[in-house]
């Protein structure tokens, strides 16, 4: 029994080590938005430059993940991820030590090599770490820094730009990331490897080459001009790249990453349920920062401020709905998560508006986020419980695949959603405005004799009443399609909750095999043609 609660503690220590890594990875996807203005007054940069600060690493990112899986089997997770925080820390280092455009944007792109990383091998250490009866609140504990950290950064990030150095946002991570490399090389476990594994060529490559491309496109999304080839040309390569990469995972008897998981019907469902989430999930990380900034007109760090405790709710609530999975299994917890995400976000599209309070936004926020922090861990962990042992590290490589893709996707659409209603707004509200109507035409009126009064010749006045009342008309079109992109994702919501339904519950043993596992899911039904 004593020796039972040495080696639970250990794995707790253990799960410290991997969650600040994990931590320091999704906080840097974020803070670093913020200082990017701040980058290009120091280095020069004009938008289009600066915009590769982000873009390289989202692109590295998409180009490593999926590598991580053949990484932990032939290198053994520890060492895979005592590497990945080296890499991250190094990287950091050197961002803090950049000197002009080019060497921020190189140094972005290996710190994203290293962060890339951490976070499937960190999942999948926890599976190495844990028995699956307790897998559920150690993964809750793990999710507070890859949920809350990201809604963080805005806020640490704001308070640094404005009181200190920014090259602060990159050189913090440099002794948290020493101890972190330190720590790990001593609590975490050696793992069995594979140095006989072949390394899958073709899926490396048309792997990277077709979510590079792709990811390039959709983090263009907004300002595409489609009359410039390279973005028709990205797609067709990109599409043709994942055709061959899954053909090719398919038939490689060693392949970079084993798609024979999405057999595993509860592995597809969840990751299917997750997409979801991540659309439902950007209403809030996407739509309010533009909202509070743009429209209501608060600051970076106020707008971090108001968002905050939503992030404290997430990441007390991670670990507590986990516990409750280990304890009575996915529904009970993640349909009333759900209900509570799908209403919240509903009434948070309709207090996207000029009346409403900052008490209130934080509210809703706060209640949203009670239903995310409910719902997300429960469905990713029946999802990974679903997985044999030994598939792991792939499974956690391909979520964490999924989860960068199906993130750009969501902005993408959000954007898309948001742009094509305001065109339509706009259009439906400037219809109104016509020489027949007296209300428009007493209301130009009145700010022509306004800005009469104010010098301007009568013939000026009346054209800048107009240009006046179109930039309020495109304003209340803008702010009707933010409400309305919100609403829409609490319409995602209802799909996730119709589809949580139909996961199955079923216990499995603690060290399944590849086979066993396949042939019991195929016994109970669980197996997908």
């Known amino acids: 029994m004593e020796k039972d609660n040495g080696s639970l503690a250990l794995s707790w220590l253990a799960l410290i080590v991997v969650v600040i890594g994990t931590f320091m990875s999704a906080l840097d996807s974020s803070i670093v938005n913020i200082a990017v203005p701040k980058m290009m007054a120091v280095f020069g940069m004009s938008m289009n430059s600066a915009k590769w600060i982000l ?35 190094m990287g950091s280092m050197l961002c803090g030590f950049a000197w002009s455009s080019t060497t921020i944007i190189l140094f972005r792109v290996i710190q994203a090599i290293g962060g890339g990383m951490i976070m499937p091998v960190g999942m999948s250490m926890i599976y190495e770490i844990f028995p699956r009866e307790k897998i559920g609140l ?12 990201p809604a963080i950064g805005p806020t640490l990030g704001g308070y640094i730009i404005q009181n200190m150095d920014w090259r602060l946002i990159f050189n913090l991570n440099v002794p948290i990331g020493v101890i972190g490399v330190t720590l790990a090389g001593i609590l ?71 798609l024979s998981i999405f057999k595993l019907f509860n592995f597809t469902a969840s990751q299917i349920i997750g997409c979801i989430l991540t659309l439902a999930l950007m209403g809030g990380m996407y739509v309010m920062p533009l909202f509070l900034e743009n ?43 759900l209900i509570i995400l799908g209403v919240a976000s509903f009434m948070l599209g309709s207090a996207l508006n000029m009346n409403s309070s900052k008490s209130y936004i934080i509210l809703i926020l706060c209640v949203r986020s009670v239903g995310m922090g409910i719902a997300m861990m429960p469905i990713n962990t029946i999802g990974m419980n679903a997985v044999p042992n030994e598939l792991v590290g792939n499974a956690s490589a391909l979520a964490s695949t999924i989860k960068q893709v199906s993130g750009s ?20 509200l400037s219809e109104q405005i016509t020489s027949f109507n007296k209300s428009a035409m007493d209301t130009i009126n009145s700010f022509s004799y306004a800005f009469m009064h104010a010098g301007q010749p009568q013939g ?20 009707d399609a933010m409400a309305y992109a919100v609403i829409v994702t609490s319409s995602a919501v209802i799909l996730a909750l119709v589809l949580t339904f139909i996961i199955r519950e079923e216990k499995k043993s603690k060290k399944p095999s590849k086979e066993g596992a396949f042939k019991e899911n195929e016994k109970r039904g669980t197996v997908t043609e």
């Open 188 to 258: 975490l476990k050696s793992s069995e490897i594979k140095l006989s594994k072949s390394f899958d060529v073709i899926g490396f490559l048309s792997s990277t080459v077709g979510f590079v491309s792709l990811l390039y496109v959709l983090g263009e999304s907004s300002s595409i001009d489609w009359n410039n080839v390279k973005y028709p040309i990205l797609i067709v390569l990109g599409v043709l790249s994942l055709v061959l990469f899954v053909v090719n995972e398919l038939t490689h008897p060693d392949p970079l990453l084993d």
């Open 409 to 428: 996707v969501s902005v993408t659409i959000m954007s898309t959603i948001m742009d094509s209603r305001t065109n339509y707004n706009y259009l439906k």
């Open 460 to 479: 000026t006045a009346h054209a800048t009443a107009i240009s006046y009342i179109a930039q309020l008309i495109q304003g209340q079109a803008t702010l």
């Open 55 to 89: 873009t390289g690493y989202t692109l590295a990112l998409g180009a490593i993940i999926p590598l991580t899986g053949y990484l932990q089997e032939v290198f053994g997770s520890k060492r895979v991820y005592m590497f990945a925080l080296s890499v991250f820390t």
């Open 295 to 337: 429209i209501r007109g608060y600051t970076a760090m106020q707008t971090g401020m108001i968002m905050f405790p939503a992030a404290v709710v997430v990441g007390l609530l991670m670990p507590i709905s986990g516990a409750l999975f280990d304890k009575v299994g996915v529904k009970p917890v993640a349909v009333p998560g």
């Open 138 to 149: 150690a993964l809750g504990i793990w999710g507070i820094s890859s949920m809350a950290a």
